[in-house]
């Protein structure tokens, strides 16, 4: 069996791929474009790959013997999912392998902007000698706001707390028992953290909720001659407006391992700033990282090729085609209803119980459970969140996650229900599968009868059931030139209280649902992204 290592991997990992017999091991000397990286592929059953090499679905194609794309790190941008699992290539990462690397690198920078080592070292290495022009800042007492405390945030939270700093956390998805066994100190609302801290280190994923977040009002909102710090994801920090906020002082200093774009421009104003570190993406170098993504990958490459056994799959083809026939339709549903409840909701759960009923009942459960995470989860985890990884990210922020085979009677053959508990509450919704097509249907909203096809732009509202509520709301959609896939209404009695649901080929502007406000029949009104 062939495998091509198309990117520089660590020599310990090559070296377990290279031991075993089974495989004729190919080492790239340089990356390869599309173009010459196809006619190489051809017998290929395994591709090793940092993130340099795209596997496309041109390359993919090319490989008509492929079993198994292995990703050294945990990103995968570089290949294209969907058209591997179409072809049935097992896609996997590491997403362990770095997360000791970027909390050090991150606690590195923390302690280079208090004291100004780069800088110092500069003016040394020119010959000067400028003690009081390099001034620093104690970390102790000092308080540090983390945005994100994940594997990478929670390990930066340990190291702050050793060096005695007080750490706040924004991360709303974290249940509040996880937070205390970390001894962080938790804020509902991002804003509230703002004003406190004399240090922001970003370790979120990338999101539309996270992108561009820490921006001008953030900055004001902060205290003057704060310090920040961004090894997560380039583009969570406004470059633009942090390099104002630079320049008038509001932000005392940066430290940057990661950009909007990369490598970052050479005529980048952030270079010029000397308040500024950089470091050119380094949170996985370290000798360490490489070896343990290298191994890791390579592992789990011969795992699957010789046992068939995944781990680290992002695409999660680890059934039988009989079988992944028969739960794919589920797993559709299940998503889209994990998402629904995420944005119904709390962001802060702490049990998700999801149950199955009639012929629902009798299917493998945990890939659909698996589903419904990764639907519920995609606004805590971004893109990193995957059917493999799921139960580990739930159980990082201290969500319970609970199966259930009900008996129940219904009118539905197959049904699934997904709700989430917290302290506020319980918010749930159920689906079924219609037709021999096996269409995804919402059937139930909390405890109200609904059917809404869930996809693309929702728009749920609560109106009074009167004359002439279909074409208001159609009149004023139209005005803002807003099209309607579909609208399904739902009332309970003639006159009372109705639920409208829009299917919108585009998210409606804030101008919209502001002229729906001041409509006093029409009341809590949400989007929701499917």
């Known amino acids: 069996m062939k495998v091509i290592i198309c990117d520089p991997v660590s020599p310990k990992g090559v070296a377990l791929l290279q031991q075993r017999a089974e495989f004729k091991v190919q080492v790239l000397e340089k990356r390869l474009p599309e173009a010459e990286l196809i006619p190489v592929v051809a017998d290929a059953v395994a591709l090793v790959v940092r993130s340099e090499t795209k596997v496309t679905r041109a390359v993919l194609e090319a490989a008509p013997r492929l079993r198994v794309v292995g990703r050294a790190g945990v990103g995968v941008d570089n290949v294209d999912v969907e058209a591997a699992t179409q072809r049935g290539v097992v896609v996997m990462n590491t997403p362990g392998g770095n997360t000791i690397s970027t909390a050090e690198l991150t606690f590195s920078m923390l302690m280079a902007l208090a004291r100004r080592i780069p800088q110092a070292h500069m003016s040394m290495a020119a010959g000067q000698w400028n003690r009081k022009s390099f001034q620093g800042t104690e970390l102790y007492t000092k308080t540090l706001g983390i945005l994100g405390l994940g594997r990478i945030g929670s390990e930066v939270a340990r190291r702050a707390i050793a060096f005695g700093m007080r750490v706040i956390a924004y991360d ?11 001894q962080v100190e938790v804020v509902e609302n991002v ?58 002082g509001q932000v005392a200093g940066a430290a940057l ?57 992002v695409n999660l083809p680890s059934l039988d085609a009989a079988t992944y026939n028969q739960v ?71 969500l319970q996650v609970e199966e259930v085979k009900s008996t129940e009677q219904t009118d539905y053959l197959e049904w699934l229900h997904v709700a989430a508990f917290s302290e506020g509450g319980k918010v749930s919704a159920g689906g079924t599968l219609f037709s021999a097509l096996h269409l995804p249907r919402i059937v139930r909203l909390d405890s109200q009868t609904v059917e809404i096809i869930p996809e693309g732009v929702l728009v749920l509202m609560n109106n009074t059931d009167r004359p002439g509520m279909v074409g208001y709301v159609g009149t004023i959609l139209g005005r803002h030139n807003i099209n309607i896939a579909s609208m399904s209404l739902h009332r309970e009695e003639v006159g009372g209280q109705a639920l409208t649901v829009l299917n919108l080929d585009s998210v409606p502007p804030a101008a919209v649902l502001d002229e729906f406000r001041l409509d006093p029949d029409i009341s809590n009104i949400r989007v929701i992204k499917l």
């Not at 709303?172 to 970390?182: C, E, G, V």
């Not at 004003?195 to 909102?221: I, K, N, Y």
């Not at 889209?336 to 493998?364: C, D, F, S």
Request: net charge negative; proline share 6%.
């Open 257 to 313: 391992d990661v950009y909007e774009t990369e490598p970052l421009p050479k005529d980048s104003p952030l270079r010029t700033l000397p308040q500024v570190i950089m470091t050119p993406h380094l949170g996985a170098s370290t000798d360490e990282a490489q070896d343990n993504v290298g191994i890791e990958v390579a592992e789990a490459v011969t795992e699957y090729l010789l046992h068939g056994t995944v781990r680290n799959a």
């Open 328 to 398: 794919k339709p589920y797993l559709m549903l299940g998503e889209k209803l994990g998402r629904l409840v995420a944005q119904l909701g709390v962001k802060r759960n702490h049990r998700l119980v999801i149950t199955y009923g009639g012929q629902a009942n009798e299917v493998p459960t945990d890939p659909i459970t698996r589903a419904v995470l990764k639907g519920f989860l995609s606004f805590a985890g971004g893109k990193d969140v995957n059917q493999v990884n799921v139960r580990t990210l739930a159980a990082g922020l201290g």
């Open 172 to 182: 709303p998805y974290l249940t509040l028992s996880r937070a205390k066994a970390l």
């Open 191 to 248: 804003l509230d953290l703002y004003p406190q801290v004399d240090f922001l280190t970003v370790h979120m994923p990338m999101s539309d909720e996270t992108r561009g977040m820490v921006d001008a009002e953030a900055f004001a909102r902060m205290k003057h001659g704060v310090r920040v710090l961004n090894c997560a994801r380039g583009g969570i920090i406004n470059e633009a407006d942090l390099r104002v906020a630079l320049e008038s």
